[in-house]
T-cell receptor, first 110, second 115 residues
C-alpha cells in the first residue's frame, strides 16, 4: 500500500521528442505528488508537483497528468533536450514521509 | 545563501569503523531526513526527524543512528553493524508549517565507500 511503482526503468528519446514517465500508487491517502530530477553525483531537485484536486499541471516543457480514479500520474517532457538527460523520480506523500519510485534514467540524444 | 550542506562529498572508511556524515540546513525547516541511494534503486528512508530531540526510524534504520540536538543539524552515523554501507547518502529537509506539503529539499550527497 505504501509503494509507488515507476516505469520505465530507462528511456531513450530523440532531441525534440516527448518523454513520458509513468507512476502508480495504491494508497488513496496520498495528497501530494512531486517529481524530482537528479543529475549524476548530485542530490535530487524538485521539478514539478501536483495535488489530487487537479488533473494536470504544466510548467514550461514539463507537465504532470494525474488520474485519481486510476491512481496513476505521469510526467511528460515536451521538446526533450540533451540537457534533460537525468534520472527522474516520482514520489507520493501523506503527512510526514515521501515514498519514492525506483527512478527512470532518461537519455536524450541529439 | 540558503540551502542544505553535506560533508564530506566523498568518504572512505575501513570495514568495522563507525563513520558520521554531516548534514546542516539554514532553511529554518523543522523536518530533516536521511536517505540511502544505491545504483539503479530509488531513495530509501533511513531516519527522519520532525522536531528537535525527536526522530523516527525509516524503512532501513538497522545499522544506522542519528541525533537531532539542534534544528539546523541532523548527523547520521553509519555503524559497523551496517552490513553493506557503501552507498550514496542524501540528506533532505522540509517545512512543517501548517498547510505546507512535504516539499523536500535535498543536499548534494555524500558518497561513502567502505574498503
Amino acid at each position: 500500500q505504501q509503494q509507488v511503482k515507476q516505469s520505465p526503468q530507462s528511456l531513450i528519446v530523440q532531441k525534440g521528442g516527448i518523454s513520458i514517465i509513468n507512476c502508480a500508487y495504491e494508497n488513496t491517502a496520498f495528497d501530494y505528488f512531486p517529481w524530482y530530477q537528479q543529475f549524476p553525483g548530485k542530490g535530487p531537485a524538485l521539478l514539478i508537483a501536483i495535488r489530487p484536486d487537479v488533473s494536470e499541471k504544466k510548467e514550461g516543457r514539463f507537465t504532470i497528468s494525474f488520474n485519481k480514479s486510476a491512481k496513476q500520474f505521469s510526467l511528460h517532457i515536451m521538446d526533450s533536450q540533451p540537457g534533460d538527460s537525468a534520472t527522474y523520480f516520482c514520489a507520493a506523500s501523506n503527512t510526514d514521509k515521501l515514498i519514492f519510485g525506483t527512478g527512470t534514467r532518461l537519455q536524450v540524444f541529439p | 545563501d540558503g540551502g542544505i550542506t553535506q560533508s564530506p562529498k566523498y568518504l572512505f572508511r575501513k570495514e568495522g569503523q563507525n563513520v558520521t556524515l554531516s548534514c546542516e540546513q539554514n532553511l529554518n525547516h523543522d523536518a530533516m531526513y536521511w536517505y540511502r541511494q544505491d545504483p539503479g534503486q530509488g531513495l530509501r528512508l533511513i531516519y527522519y526527524s520532525q522536531i528537535v530531540n525527536d526522530f523516527q526510524k525509516g524503512d532501513i534504520a538497522e545499522g544506522y543512528s542519528v541525533s537531532r540536538e539542534k534544528k539546523e543539524s541532523f548527523p547520521l552515523t553509519v555503524t559497523s553493524a551496517q552490513k553493506n554501507p557503501t552507498a550514496f547518502y542524501l540528506c533532505a529537509s522540509s517545512s512543517r508549517a501548517a498547510g505546507a506539503y512535504n516539499e523536500q529539499f535535498f543536499g548534494p550527497g555524500t558518497r561513502l565507500t567502505v574498503l
